[in-house]
């Protein structure tokens, strides 16, 4: 395949959100069939102590067979929160007299600590 036909499938259509420290892209992609399936992708900054930084991260492939109960499934979890929790952010980093400084100890032992007992290693071969 040339890297004109790569691109071109690489450039069907896409979509950005930015959320703070983490940016989703969802891009729609082509088989080789010449048939559409959806990326999605989570992309979260980390800063290194000497100032630099880098990014990880994870994708999603979502296939057309899987889109009603993927969106009926997320669509069930997301009403459940809202009716739980309601939808008032309440971590602490979204709220509006957070001091990030007062606060970057503690955020990055949570994190670590979250990070260490959610860890998955899991790796996906590119399509």
Not at 1 to 8: H, Q, V
Not at 50 to 77: P, R, V
Request: net charge negative.
């Amino acid at each position: 395949m040339s890297d004109r036909d790569y691109k071109d499938q690489e450039d069907i259509f896409s979509k950005v959100v930015r959320a703070g420290r983490r940016t989703y892209f969802f891009d729609v992609r082509s088989t080789k069939a010449d048939d559409y399936y959806l990326t999605i992708t989570e992309s979260k900054k980390f800063t290194n102590d000497d100032g630099s930084f880098h990014f990880k991260k994870h994708k999603i492939y979502l296939y057309k067979e899987d889109f009603a109960e993927f969106e009926s499934t997320l669509a069930e979890m997301t009403q459940f929160i809202i009716k739980e929790k309601g939808d008032t952010v309440i971590s602490e980093r979204h709220q509006a007299d957070y001091n990030p400084a007062a606060h970057a100890t503690e955020t990055v032992q949570t994190e670590t600590t979250e990070a260490a007992q959610s860890f998955t290693d899991v790796s996906f071969d590119d399509i």
